[in-house]
């Protein structure tokens, strides 16, 4: 039973270019979430989605940030014109309802911005 | 103000013995639950232990326990019997509220725990 999966796991961008980022939740999970982690900070809630349904964005920049959940394949977080600030690392985690106790997070993306 | 609070930038301990790891929360919530979380070098989230806020017992999971005083509102993580592979950041994290609302996860900044040989 393959856990989270992200990928890329290190992902270089100069400014001003995109970063995709994918996660394939658990099989069986429906619910996902995505988390930043800045230098020396903890995580912190981005965006929650449901297939094909964004529930909640509340932590997600205003500009230059997307997230889908399609009804096929993986959630894509999208970052259009990066810059230095985006440098983190970003989190994909799972559940199987949104409730459930436990969230079962991927190895995270390294984003690095040059 | 801070909903989690970890106050420990680093913490040392000598291997073989047990260490406290301090988290407090803040949350005018009655149903909440609160999560420790293993960061090693390599960077994956590691669920170790999970205390809800009506469980009366501390949680535990093999070396690890949770000491869950409610009233002071901390969830201390201790961690008996340090190994090496224990050296590690550990991140407190907390969920509020029931049902399909208390999705996100608030954590802490973390306390980097290095475990001397």
């Known amino acids: 039973n393959a856990g989270v999966m992200q990928n890329p796991r290190h992902l270089v961008r100069r400014r001003g270019q995109e970063a995709r980022l994918r996660c394939s939740p658990m099989?069986?999970?429906?619910?996902v979430y995505w988390y930043r982690q800045l230098p020396e900070e903890g995580l912190k809630f981005m965006v929650y989605l449901q297939k094909e349904n964004i529930i909640d964005e509340s932590g997600m920049p205003k500009e230059r940030f997307s997230a889908e959940f399609p009804k096929e394949g993986p959630s894509i977080l999208r970052i259009q014109q990066v810059v230095r600030g985006d440098s983190a690392a970003y989190f994909c985690?799972?559940?199987?309802?949104?409730?459930?106790?436990?969230?079962?997070f991927g190895p995270g993306t390294r984003l690095t911005v040059t | 103000a801070q909903k989690i609070t970890q106050t420990q930038p680093g913490m040392f301990v000598q291997e073989k013995e047990a260490v406290t790891l301090d988290c407090t929360y803040d949350?005018?919530?009655?149903?909440?639950?609160l999560f420790w979380y293993k960061q090693p070098s390599s960077g994956e989230m590691i669920f170790l232990i999970y205390q809800g806020s009506y469980d009366e017992q501390n949680a535990t999971e093999g070396r690890y326990s949770l000491n869950f005083q409610k009233a002071r509102k901390s969830a201390n993580l201790v961690i008996s019997a340090s190994q090496l592979g224990d050296s590690a950041m550990y991140f407190c994290a907390m969920r509020e509220g029931r049902g399909g609302s208390n999705y996100k996860l608030t954590f802490g900044k973390g306390t980097l725990l290095t475990v001397n040989p």
């Open positions: 949350t005018s919530d009655q149903s909440y639950g």
């Open positions: 985690a799972s559940s199987p309802l949104p409730d459930s106790y436990e969230q079962y």
């Open positions: 099989k069986g999970h429906s619910h």
